[in-house]
């Protein structure tokens, strides 16, 4: 059964710093992709950043970026020069590929960024 | 464009109430998804629907039910409200079942059980 994995319940950071976000999988599909999405203290949740398995490049957005590394079954979420906006919980999803599990994102337990001025 | 849209935003019940958390989504999305999420628990998915008519159960779908009748719309009942379906409810549409689709959610329902 696929799984997601997020070792840091929570991040302090410096503005202006970078930050990684931790995220290891465990599927037995060779086809998947993978999500990051941030939510605020709104509670709404906002999609970053996507990655597919057979990508070759990371995947990058604006500040964002994704260290995916398959043969480790990880993809680190990359956020450079932080901001105090980016202060939220992110979490990790995974999509598989195939008929069943396209249906459904399987989501981590997420990692709490607070960024300190 | 609305989006996806929960009602209500909030509620509070009593152990062994009944009631429907709504959600509507206006983009013509075919799948469509309830999440609850819990404290170091992340999202968890409940039940989801691949179109009108076509429902399945997720990972936690006990005490729960749902039905599809159109395409906007993806109702989540709860027959008999336990303490233990304390949650924050969300619903998500995508437009395809695609690896790249990401999912759009709504603003979630916050549901407290007495």
């Known amino acids: 059964a696929q799984k997601i994995t997020q070792t840091q319940p929570g991040m302090f950071v410096q503005e202006k710093e970078a930050v990684t976000l931790d995220c290891t999988y465990d599927?037995?599909?060779?086809?998947?992709?993978l999500f990051w999405y941030k939510q605020p203290s709104s509670g709404e949740m906002i999609f970053l950043i996507y990655?597919?398995?057979?990508?070759?490049q990371n995947a990058t957005e604006g500040r964002y970026s994704l260290n995916f590394q398959k043969a480790r079954k990880s993809a680190n979420l990359v956020i450079s020069a932080s901001q105090l906006g980016d202060s939220a919980m992110y979490f990790c999803?995974?999509?598989?590929?195939?008929?069943?599990?396209?249906?459904?994102?399987?989501f981590g337990q997420g990692t709490r960024l607070t960024i300190n001025p | 464009n609305a989006g996806v849209t929960q009602t209500p935003k909030f509620q509070v019940l009593k152990t062994g109430q009944s009631m429907t958390l709504q959600c509507a989504q206006d983009?013509?999305?075919?799948?469509m998804s309830w999440y609850r999420q819990d404290p170091g628990m992340g999202l968890r998915l409940i039940h989801y629907?691949?179109?009108?008519?076509?429902?399945d159960q997720g990972e936690v779908p006990n005490g729960y039910n749902v039905s599809r009748s159109t395409t906007e719309d993806f109702p989540l009942r709860l027959l008999s409200a336990a303490p233990s379906q304390t949650s924050v409810y969300f619903c998500?549409?995508?437009?395809?079942?695609?690896?790249?689709?990401?999912?759009?959610f709504g603003q979630g329902t916050r549901l407290t059980v007495v």
């Open positions: 998500a549409s995508s437009y395809s079942s695609s690896l790249n689709t990401e999912a759009f």
């Open positions: 983009m013509n999305h075919e799948y």
């Open positions: 629907s691949v179109g009108a008519g076509i429902t």
């Open positions: 599927t037995s599909d060779q086809s998947y992709g």
């Open positions: 990655q597919g398995s057979y990508d070759e």
């Open positions: 999803a995974m999509r598989e590929g195939t008929v069943q599990g396209a249906q459904k994102l399987v």
